[in-house]
């Protein structure tokens, strides 16, 4: 299996522009993660998605940030308008879901690196 | 609340020396599971070992060794005779029934390894 795939590896915007990150989940997964790493933070969960639904989105920091899952095989995070504050690593991770053992362990995309001028 | 801490923010070591990385973890759920993951400079988050709050044997994949003890609530990761590669940020993990496939992660161990 590819893995989870991340797009685009690195993004450079200004701020006020709409920035869109990308990511396609490990073939058979059904839930998926969307994380934010800072030095000053370290790493955030924004949002995680089981079966396309979103469950929780307490960590997503203002309405400026959306999450969609319209399949099974891709999300994305837009940031709307962006911020020098949003600049971070942006990961998305996908797992098998809780099933009928327990937790399964997240398998993380290379990440997107954003920097907001 | 679940909680992890890893209070070793920084630490290095000499190459082929032994350094073990402390987690402790706080919940109040009686099934749970453990995580540690390694992040080396490429950056990319690479998933370790996993362990349930039912299993408490240690764990040995080559060089790297776990131990879980329930009676601390820590669940310790240990590099025997560290090499330059072993050098990352490692986070540990904690999930429970109540918080689903939801991840609560430490705030990493920065290891860097000198050779």
């Known amino acids: 299996d590819a893995g989870v795939i991340q797009s685009p590896r690195h993004e450079v915007t200004e701020m006020g522009q709409e920035v869109t990150l990308r990511c396609k989940p490990i073939?058979?997964?059904?839930?998926l993660f969307w994380y934010r790493q800072t030095m000053m933070r370290g790493l955030e969960l924004l949002i995680y998605?089981?079966?396309?639904?979103?469950?929780?989105d307490s960590g997503m920091p203002e309405d400026r940030f959306s999450a969609k899952m319209p399949n099974a095989s891709f999300s994305t995070l837009k940031i709307q308008p962006s911020e020098p504050r949003d600049s971070a690593v942006y990961f998305c991770?996908?797992?098998?879901?809780?099933?009928?053992?327990?937790?399964?362990?997240?398998?993380f995309g290379p990440g997107t690196r954003l920097t907001v001028l | 609340a679940q909680k992890v801490t890893q209070a070793q923010t920084e630490i290095s070591v000499v190459e082929k020396e032994d350094v073990t990385l402390d987690c402790v973890y706080e919940?109040?759920?009686?099934?749970?599971?453990l995580f540690w993951y390694k992040q080396p400079p490429s950056g990319e988050l690479v998933f370790l070992i996993r362990?349930?709050?039912?299993?408490?044997q240690n764990e040995i994949s080559g060089r790297y060794s776990w131990n879980f003890q329930k009676s601390t609530s820590s669940f310790n990761f240990t590099i025997t005779a560290s090499q330059v590669v072993d050098s990352a940020v490692y986070f540990c993990?904690?999930?429970?029934?109540?918080?689903?496939?939801?991840?609560?992660f430490g705030t990493g161990t920065s290891l860097t390894v000198i050779p």
């Open positions: 991770a996908s797992s098998l879901g809780p099933g009928t053992s327990g937790s399964n362990e997240q398998f």
């Open positions: 073939s058979g997964h059904n839930s």
């Open positions: 998605f089981n079966n396309n639904v979103p469950i929780d």
């Open positions: 919940t109040r759920d009686t099934t749970y599971y």
């Open positions: 362990r349930n709050s039912f299993d408490e």
């Open positions: 993990a904690l999930s429970d029934r109540n918080t689903g496939n939801q991840f609560y």
